[in-house]
Every structure is written in C-alpha cells, then in structure tokens.
C-alpha cells in the first residue's frame, strides 16, 4: 500500500515561488507611488477649485501659494497696489493654502468700514498673536467677543482721559529735555579745546546722534510713566535689555514669526523661530513687573498714570454691570497694557523718527514750523492740546507723516465671520483679510495727482472727505486703534519740544536723507543706518 502523498505547499504555483522577494517590494512601492501620485492629483485638482471662491489674484502654485512672489525689492503693500490694479481689488493672495484677502481701494474700505464692520471684525488665527495673548483676552489679537468688547470699551475711556490731562503735556516735555540733555552736546557758551567723539570739528554746538534711538527713549519713557509711573533708567540693565530685544524683534521679525508664514518654515527656521519666541516672552516679563508694582500701590480713585485710570474705568464699568467684571481680570487688563505699550511704543517712535528725518532733510520747512512753535509756545511753555488750534502748519506736517509712513501698513489682518461681499466680490467665512492703509493713504482718487509725494501744505485745506476716505494710519472700523488720541497728543508734544529746543541737519547736506524704509512686508520702518546732527537752540540763534 502506498504511502499518501504530501499536501502541496501553500505557494506551489510557480509563477509565484519563482519571483524574488524584492519584486513584492517594489509592487508595494508602485501601489504607494500610485496611491501618492492620486492624492497629490486631488489636493491640486481642490486647491484650484477653492480658487474660484475667492477674489482673483496672482496665480498661486500648491502648496506654497504666493510665497514664492513676495520676495524681492518692493514690500507685500506696494506689490498689492500693482496687484489690484491688474485683478481688481479686493484680490486674492495665497500663503501656502492659506488664502489671504487684501483689501486696497477706498471702495473696500468704505464696505469694511460700514456694513460689513461687525461682519469683518474678527481677528486672524497666528502663532504670533497666541504667544502675544497667553492665554487670556486682549484688545489686539483676541477675537470680535463680549471680552473683547468690554476691554477695548474700558480702555478707550482711559485712554482718552489720560490723552487730555495736563500731567501728560508736561511729562513730554519733561523727557525730550532730558534726552536732549544726554547728547554729546557742549553746554551753552561752553567752548571745546578739542572735539568730542562724533562732533563736528567746525561746529563745536553740534553732535550726531542715532535718531531713531533718539525718539525711541523718548517714547519708551513717555509710554513707561505714563502707563507705569516709572520711567526707564539709562544704564538699567531691564532698560538695556527691552531696548536690545526690540532691536532684535525689528530686525529678526519684521515679517512676524516664521511658522505663520508657512507651518515648514518654523521647522526649517527653527532657532530664529525660538529666537523671537523668547525674545517676545522677555519683553512680556518685562511689562508684567511693572505692572504688578503698579497694581499693589493703586488706591481707588488716584490717577496716577494711565494704569490708575484704567483700574478706575474698570471699578466704574463694573459698578454699573455687574457682568462685565468677568471680563474685567487682572490678566486682561494687564494684556490690554501690554497691547498699548508694545503697539504704542513701536508706531509712535516710527512715526516720530520718520518726521524728524524729514526736519533734518528740509531745512526751510523746519525753520518755517519753529517760526510758527516759537511764535505760539516761545522757548519754554510747554504745549498743551488746546495749542493745536494756533499751531496750524505743524499739525498738517503731523498728519502728512502719518498719512505717508503708516506704521502698520496692514494694521492687523482680520477675519470674516460669515460669507461676505466687499466691493461686489465674495469673502467667504473664516477668511483673513489685509486692509492696506498705506495703497488708500496714497490713493491719487483720494489724495489727487501728488498722492505719492509728501507735501504737508495739503492738510492746510483737506476736506472732510479725504479725512474719512483716505487718512486711515490708525485703522478702520471696529477695529480702529483705541489709542490714537493719546498717540496724536505725543507726537504733537514731542515734535513742538524739540522744535524749541534744537536744530537738526543732514550730515550730506539737505536732500541726503534716505527716506526708504526696512526690509518688512507687514510694518514701515525707517532706517537705522544714518544718523542726523543736531545742535542746541537758544534764543540768540532762533529766528
């Protein structure tokens, strides 16, 4: 009898037993290739049917969208005007898959600013404006809510008491003589046997001085005590270390933090991207110390500084609504300062150091506002807001560099809350949006064939209808700058001061001032890399 046969193997068919391993390597490779190259096929075929949901614009490629258009020699803000111009506007841009509406004629704005207000008063999702926030609410980076609206309400009333108060005019003046008295500058009728370092050897009244440093630590105090009641000290290693860190903020971050721009570049940029995240927490602490010592030693109905006040609206909001005081915690308040001095203190001193560049770089249109200073003020009283009235050509040279050097040309991007048109072009939800104050701040519709050229000489005879239309450095609509009557008042009191006080000038000459500003696509800024000279006034050498 014959044994049974074995049973057959599993894999006996030869076709199969024959083939190596490597050949189900690579058939799995061909099936993940294939399954990849479908994917990617269904990510570009929705990426460009998303396109037609939005305005048109540039055409973006996938996965990196525009990012690729906006490098080279003119910032996002001025490559946007030629952009509208050629797609309409508003138009379109994409930041990786992330669509980007940029809004730059008068037109828009008139949407964004009336009927759509509320409807676009969201706040655009960053990585920047979580760091910022911590956690609690604010009146910059927190969205359109009932926290929102209670802080910024609160806020505003303090800010605009403080703007009005004496003790303001006189702090002002108080720090631009202080700074002036820290120029490398002879004292009066004193003579040099020799010149000091950076004085002109033919002029021995006469130093230079980096001018942008040089309104910075005006600002920087002004902002301190009046938010604070204490000003920073020269020397001050908490002082040296907020001013370096700034420096830092301008330079490294000008674009905001890497990771907003594209999520691969906070991997691929990773130490800048830790870099600027420390660096903003360093600032932060900074602000929470003095802070706190102003918190312990507030007494109810003092008004000490700008943190007195604020902590009065607040006893006086929640008195009168009980819920609001939710809203109202020490950890929003405290983010609310932070938001005034940090956005204070950067677009004020830019503004300012813009304006003192022009003085020195005209010579007669700086004689002609000291004409008009002296004339009102004299040498030695200090400007006071009910002055502005008298000091008429001084404040057409105010507005004009706002209106010119808007700091943030883009203010803060928004984001709509519903489906939305503007201009007769859809938005839809949960969108970001640009308002680009700098394209309407020069708008030739708006401003006339010398849009684009400064000449403070036009607020002499502005219309009502260019302030509405086209002078929008502080923002539009529900999320307009809350601080802009206390940053008019510092600017008006500062530039008056230094009017009474020096002269500056270009070291080439006048007309040798560069005017252009820093490599930023979201902020202008002058810059650094010049200094000015300036020389003591007194009544003998004044006209």
């Known amino acids: 009898m014959e044994a049974p046969s074995p049973p057959p193997p599993l894999l006996s068919s030869p076709s199969v037993s024959n083939h190596p391993t490597w050949w189900w390597l690579m058939l799995d490779l061909k099936v993940i290739v294939g399954l990849a190259a479908v994917t990617l096929t269904l990510y570009v075929v929705d990426f460009y049917r998303r396109l037609r949901s939005y305005p048109p614009g540039p055409m973006p490629l996938?996965?990196?969208?525009?990012?690729?258009?906006?490098?080279?020699?003119?910032?996002?803000?001025?490559?946007?005007?030629?952009?509208s111009k050629k797609y309409g506007d508003p138009l379109t841009i994409w930041i990786g898959a992330r669509p980007l509406v940029i809004a730059n004629t008068k037109q828009s704005f008139r949407d964004i600013a009336g009927p759509?207000?509320?409807?676009?008063?969201?706040?655009?999702?960053?990585?920047?404006?979580?760091?910022?926030?911590?956690?609690?609410?604010?009146?910059?980076?927190?969205?359109?809510?009932?926290?929102?609206?209670?802080?910024?309400?609160?806020?505003?009333?303090?800010?605009?008491?403080?703007?009005?108060?004496?003790?303001?005019?006189?702090?002002?003046?108080?720090?631009?003589?202080?700074?002036?008295?820290?120029?490398?500058?002879?004292?009066?009728?004193?003579?040099?046997?020799?010149?000091?370092?950076?004085?002109?050897?033919?002029?021995?009244?006469?130093?230079?001085?980096?001018?942008?440093?040089?309104?910075?630590?005006?600002?920087?105090?002004?902002?301190?005590?009046?938010?604070?009641?204490?000003?920073?000290?020269?020397?001050?290693?908490?002082?040296?270390?907020?001013?370096?860190n700034r420096k830092l903020i301008e330079k490294e971050g000008a674009n905001g933090l890497p990771s907003d721009l594209h999520p691969m570049l906070g991997l691929l940029l990773f130490s800048k991207e830790r870099k600027l995240r420390k660096t903003i927490r360093d600032v932060q602490a900074l602000i929470d110390k003095l802070f706190e010592t102003a918190l312990k030693t507030h007494a109810t109905g003092t008004n000490r500084h700008f943190i007195d006040t604020l902590l009065n609206a607040r006893a006086q909001f929640v008195a009168e609504d009980r819920s609001a005081g939710r809203y109202l915690s020490d950890g929003n308040v405290r983010q609310a300062v932070l938001d005034i001095f940090v956005a204070a203190t950067d677009t004020t001193r830019a503004i300012i150091s813009f304006g003192l560049l022009h003085l020195a770089n005209e010579p007669q249109l700086q004689e002609d506002l000291r004409a008009e200073?002296?004339?009102?003020?004299?040498?030695?009283?200090?400007?006071?807001?009910?002055?502005?009235?008298?000091?008429?050509?001084?404040?057409?040279?105010?507005?004009?560099?706002?209106?010119?050097?808007?700091?943030?040309?883009?203010?803060?991007?928004?984001?709509?809350?519903?489906?939305?048109?503007?201009?007769?072009?859809?938005?839809?939800?949960?969108?970001?949006?640009?308002?680009?104050?700098?394209?309407?701040?020069?708008?030739?519709?708006?401003?006339?064939?010398?849009?684009?050229?400064?000449?403070?000489?036009?607020?002499?005879?502005?219309?009502?209808?260019?302030?509405?239309?086209?002078f929008n450095s502080f923002g539009i609509g529900s999320r307009a700058c809350p601080g802009e009557k206390m940053a008019l008042a510092n600017i008006l009191y500062v530039f008056a001061r230094v009017l009474q006080r020096v002269r500056l000038r270009c070291a080439s000459g006048a007309g040798s001032a560069d005017l252009s500003y820093c490599d930023s696509d979201i902020l202008l800024l002058v810059r650094r890399n010049q200094d000015i000279w300036f020389s003591l006034l007194t009544s003998q050498s004044s006209p």
């Open 116 to 244: 759509h207000r509320n409807n676009l008063g969201g706040r655009m999702q960053t990585n920047l404006g979580d760091l910022q926030k911590r956690g609690f609410e604010d009146i910059v980076c927190s969205d359109l809510n009932p926290a929102w609206d209670v802080l910024r309400k609160v806020t505003h009333v303090a800010l605009r008491k403080y703007a009005k108060t004496e003790e303001l005019a006189n702090l002002v003046a108080e720090q631009v003589d202080r700074e002036i008295g820290r120029l490398p500058l002879p004292k009066e009728n004193e003579a040099r046997s020799e010149p000091a370092h950076s004085i002109d050897s033919s002029m021995c009244n006469e130093a230079t001085w980096p001018f942008v440093d040089f309104a910075g630590n005006i600002i920087n105090n002004i902002m301190a005590v009046s938010a604070f009641g204490e000003g920073f000290q020269r020397g001050d290693s908490d002082y040296d270390a907020f001013c370096n």
């Open 62 to 83: 996938p996965f990196i969208g525009n990012i690729h258009q906006l490098r080279g020699p003119s910032p996002l803000f001025e490559k946007a005007i030629v952009w």
């Open 373 to 470: 200073v002296l004339d009102v003020l004299g040498h030695d009283k200090v400007c006071q807001l009910n002055d502005r009235d008298r000091l008429v050509r001084l404040d057409a040279f105010i507005q004009e560099v706002i209106r010119f050097y808007p700091p943030a040309p883009f203010a803060i991007p928004r984001r709509a809350l519903v489906d939305v048109e503007v201009n007769g072009r859809p938005i839809p939800r949960d969108t970001g949006v640009f308002t680009n104050l700098f394209a309407v701040n020069r708008d030739t519709d708006v401003w006339g064939q010398d849009a684009r050229e400064f000449r403070p000489e036009r607020f002499l005879n502005v219309t009502k209808d260019q302030l509405q239309q086209g």
